[in-house]
T-cell receptor
Framework: KQEVTQIPAALSVPEGENLVLNCSFT??????LQWFRQDPGKGLTSLLL?????REQTSGRLNASLDKSSGRSTLYIAASQPGDSATYLC???????????????FGAGTQVVVTP | NAGVTQTPKFQVLKTGQSMTLQCAQD?????MYWYRQDPGMGLRLIYY???????DKGEVPNGYNVSRLNKREFSLRLESAAPSQTSVYFC??????????????FGDGTRLSIL
């Protein structure tokens, strides 16, 4: 069974520092991997989606890499700001069966605090 | 642009009571999902609906039922609530065109407490 792990569970950095968030998964048979942001009391906002054939995706200050063979993805946030404080979750879409397309397997998230 | 709307936002129930969580999306998506989020466990899929008229079990379906009322609406029902169902429930939707390659869009959640 696919398992998704995010370490550390919490992270605090001073403003301006680059953030590096890690996501690992046990089964490399995936369709894609998605990074989300969750603010307290809110739903999930999709940040980046990387297809299994891609190595990275970029959006503004965000860059996500994918190394499928080693089961790892990293989300980089450049020049962090207090507004980046949130919980970041990764999720993989596993290739378990032909009807597994509807399923995302989530990590527990990394809670990020950016201090002014 | 509302996206995915969930009602209610908060609810407190007593053990054994029933209730239905509502979800509606205005993005013309064919696929919809229900997740629960518990501390330290990430989100887990309860049920999903690939398209109008179809529903399938996810990872943790026991104690729940769903109805895909039409293309816009997907409801989750707790027939006899139990304290273990205390959680935050999220509804999501995605495009049907090659859904495996499409991102899922989430509502703001329903915070449910079972006493």
């Amino acid at each position: 069974k696919q398992e998704v792990t995010q370490i550390p569970a919490a992270l605090s950095v001073p403003e301006g520092e680059n953030l590096v968030l890690n996501c690992s998964f046990t089964d490399s048979a995936i369709y894609n991997l998605q990074w989300f942001r969750q603010d307290p009391g809110k739903g999930l906002t999709s940040l980046l989606l990387i297809q299994s054939s891609q190595r990275e995706q970029t959006s503004g200050r965000l860059n996500a890499s994918l190394d499928k063979s080693s089961g790892r993805s990293t989300l980089y946030i450049a020049a962090s700001q207090p507004g980046d404080s949130a919980t970041y979750l990764c999720a993989v879409r596993p290739r378990e069966t032909t009807d597994s397309w509807g399923k995302l397997q989530f990590g527990a998230g990394t809670q990020v605090v950016v201090t002014p | 642009n509302a996206g995915v709307t969930q009602t209610p936002k908060f609810q407190v129930l007593k053990t054994g009571q029933s209730m239905t969580l509502q979800c509606a999306q205005d993005m013309n998506h064919n696929s919809m999902y229900w997740y629960r989020q518990d501390p330290g466990m990430g989100l887990r899929l309860i049920y999903y609906s690939a398209s109008e008229g179809t529903t399938d079990k996810g990872e943790v379906p026991n104690g729940y039922n769903v109805s895909r009322l039409n293309k816009r609406e997907f409801s989750l029902r707790l027939e006899s609530a139990a304290p273990s169902q205390t959680s935050v429930y999220f509804c999501a939707s995605s495009e049907a065109r090659r859904p495996i390659n499409q991102p899922q869009h989430f509502g703001d959640g329903t915070r449910l407490s079972i006493l």
